[in-house]
């Protein structure tokens, strides 16, 4: 089902309030705030400028080291996906599903495909990856953003080669798929050629657009979106 962008924004307010920004930040926002998600990420970058919004743990598994995104890297990297997914044909009302454990790269995707007035389709990856393959091929997506190579694999397996026509990882690289990095690199080319692109899309996009689809827990019946 959809979720418009203000439930979308509100949740997002809610991770905001539980990360490491601090109180004088949260006392400069509004409460509520009526607007998009992007501009809520616009708004702490505002406030908050290099204070860390995201951490990644990187490395080995005993959490040895974090990849950290500032609000300003946030914004910047969800403005440059934004454009990439505009370069390769993502307009407004397109779904594009996203497969992948919670990740600050996931993040950064879910806003980019927001700004440009995409619904993001989050799967459950606790499910069987030849279930999220029928999910997948119900939604028939152009895109698909997909957690790492071996997932990638796994659920090309699962599908029997078929994939969506776009196929972006979120880390490392694949024949056939598209890197998060290159992506990004699309985004930064097309606002070089039209630096005001992004803004004239997010014009275009209001609080009452959907947002998410969410796909059901199966307590009741198959898993559906």
């Not at 992004?198 to 979106?225: C, N, Q, V, W």
Request: proline fraction near 5%.
């Amino acid at each position: 089902r959809g979720v418009n962008r203000a439930g979308k924004k509100r949740e997002i307010f809610r991770q905001i309030r539980q990360m490491h920004l601090g109180q004088f930040a949260l006392r400069l926002l509004p409460i509520p705030f009526e607007g998009l998600a992007d501009d809520l990420v616009l708004r702490f970058r505002m406030i908050a400028h290099h204070a860390i919004a995201l951490h990644q743990p990187v490395g080995s598994k005993d959490g040895t080291g974090y990849r950290t995104f500032t609000w300003v890297d946030w914004e910047q990297a969800s403005r440059e996906i934004a454009l990439g997914l505009h370069s390769l044909g993502l307009r407004k009302g397109g779904i594009v599903c996203i497969l992948s454990e919670t990740r600050a790269e996931f993040s950064l995707v879910d806003l980019g495909v927001m700004g440009v007035g995409g619904i993001a389709a989050a799967l459950y990856t606790s499910y069987p990856i030849p279930e999220q393959a029928k999910s997948v091929a119900t939604i028939a997506p152009d895109f698909l953003f997909i957690e790492n190579p071996k997932t990638l694999e796994a659920f090309s397996a699962a599908s029997g080669g078929v994939l969506p026509r776009h196929v972006i990882l979120l880390t490392g690289e694949s024949e056939g798929a598209l890197s998060l990095d290159r992506l990004r690199i699309l985004g930064r080319e097309l606002a070089d050629r039209d630096p005001h692109l992004f803004e004239r899309i997010l014009a275009d996009i209001h609080p009452a657009d959907p947002a998410i689809l969410y796909l059901t827990s199966g307590a009741t019946g198959t898993p559906k979106m």
